[in-house]
């Protein structure tokens, strides 16, 4: 007999593992990888890039500027700008929203304190007549179309999202291929238990095949349980072979008396000079040795009936 590697539950269970970790991983590089090639394709912008169009606002245009000529035009759309009066008590203009606004006021006051999410930076720049405005922008990668960041979560969530779904898929692939693998191991064991208890012939039963060192164990116990019943099925058949020959061979034998006792009571009972009495006991001889051989012919007829087990040659 062939012998094959076996590779134990534990190592399937490790093997498991690894593979999970290692896709994970691979997951993981592809997951960086696409975030550069969507900046390197243009569909993202770098994280500095705000940053950079708000200095170049600050050194370039807005020392230029009064509050009348000022143009939110010349601006970048990922610059958020404010603009106070002299004194810096009133907002003459602003683009952006409630939640921003608020963050610009305080940080305009002096009041640092930490929030959830983005941190915003800013910038300051003094208009020639006196106006200041300030810049608000986030260190991090948007989208390059302006339509994407209105109905668009921001790039980071939605590349975090990108990521959680691949670890899952990824984890969910592994998950099933090790279970499917585990799921045939189990399939074998399974059909070999079932046609044991089938009681079918030995031979024609295949407990070979599984690759994990436990199952292909506990296919050889069950084996060895299958030839175990089949021997006590193969003694259990040869003694009630043997008993059947007995009956047979015993109402064989008790055949030829019974048969000599009710000739020689039909005998006697031709004879016209015998009491009542005599007639009354030949009659029960008679009707005895009937039930007698009834019985006989039944019990040969029962016995003779094929046995349930099969014989194994």
């Given at each position: 007999?062939?012998?094959r590697?076996l590779?134990?539950?534990?190592?399937?269970?490790?093997?498991?593992l690894?593979?999970t970790?290692?896709?994970?991983?691979?997951?993981?590089?592809?997951?960086?990888?696409?975030?550069?090639l969507?900046?390197?394709?243009?569909?993202?912008?770098p994280?500095?890039?705000?940053?950079?169009?708000?200095?170049?606002?600050?050194?370039?245009?807005?020392?230029y500027?009064?509050?009348k000529?000022?143009d939110?035009a010349?601006?970048d759309?990922?610059?958020?700008y404010?603009?106070?009066?002299?004194?810096?008590n009133?907002?003459?203009?602003?683009?952006?929203?409630?939640s921003?606004?608020?963050k610009?006021?305080?940080?305009?006051?002096?009041?640092?304190?930490?929030e959830?999410?983005y941190e915003?930076?800013?910038?300051?720049?003094?208009?020639q007549?006196?106006?200041?405005c300030?810049?608000q922008?986030?260190?991090a990668v948007?989208y390059?179309?302006?339509?994407?960041r209105?109905?668009?979560?921001?790039?980071q969530?939605m590349?975090l999202i990108?990521?959680i779904?691949?670890?899952?898929?990824v984890?969910?692939w592994?998950?099933?291929?090790?279970?499917?693998?585990?799921r045939?191991e189990?399939?074998?064991l399974?059909?070999a238990?079932?046609?044991?208890?089938?009681k079918?012939?030995?031979?024609?039963?295949?407990?070979?095949?599984?690759?994990?060192?436990e199952?292909?164990?506990?296919?050889r116990?069950?084996q060895?349980?299958?030839?175990?019943?089949?021997?006590?099925?193969?003694?259990?058949w040869?003694?009630?072979?043997?008993?059947?020959?007995s009956?047979?061979?015993?109402?064989h034998?008790?055949?030829?008396?019974?048969?000599?006792?009710?000739?020689?009571?039909e005998l006697?009972?031709?004879d016209?000079?015998?009491?009542g009495?005599q007639k009354?006991?030949l009659?029960?001889?008679?009707?005895?040795?009937?039930?007698t051989?009834?019985?006989?012919?039944r019990i040969?007829?029962?016995?003779?009936?094929p046995?349930?087990?099969?014989?194994?040659?």
């Open positions: 007999m062939e012998k590697k590779i134990s539950l534990r190592a399937v269970l490790l093997g498991y690894v593979q970790a290692v896709s994970c991983i691979v997951a993981a590089v592809l997951w960086f990888l696409l975030f550069f969507c900046i390197d394709s243009g569909w993202l912008l994280a500095n890039r705000a940053a950079r169009v708000s200095n170049e606002a600050v050194q370039n245009i807005l020392p500027r009064t509050a000529t000022f939110p010349e601006l759309p990922l610059c958020r404010v603009l106070f009066d002299a004194e810096g009133t907002v003459l203009a602003t683009n952006m929203d409630r921003h606004l608020q610009a006021m305080r940080e305009w006051a002096g009041d640092l304190r930490w959830i999410g915003q930076y800013y910038l300051r720049a003094r208009l007549d006196g106006t200041v300030l810049l922008f986030d260190y948007p390059a179309d302006p339509t994407l209105d109905i668009l979560p921001d790039v969530t590349h990108l990521g779904f691949l670890l899952v898929g984890v969910a592994s998950t099933h291929r090790s279970g499917a693998f585990l045939r189990t399939a074998r399974t059909e238990s079932r046609q044991v208890a089938e079918r012939g030995i031979e024609d039963i295949d407990f070979t095949g599984a690759k994990v060192r199952y292909d164990e506990a296919l116990a069950l060895l349980m299958g030839e175990e019943l089949t021997d006590s099925l193969q003694a259990q040869e003694m009630e072979h043997r008993q059947r020959e009956i047979i061979q015993l109402s034998k008790l055949k030829t008396p019974l048969t000599v006792i009710q000739g020689n009571a006697l009972a031709e016209e000079g015998m009491t009495e009354a006991q009659d029960a001889i008679l009707r005895s040795t009937g039930e051989r009834n019985y006989l012919t040969r007829a029962e016995v003779q009936t046995l349930k087990y099969k014989r194994r040659t």
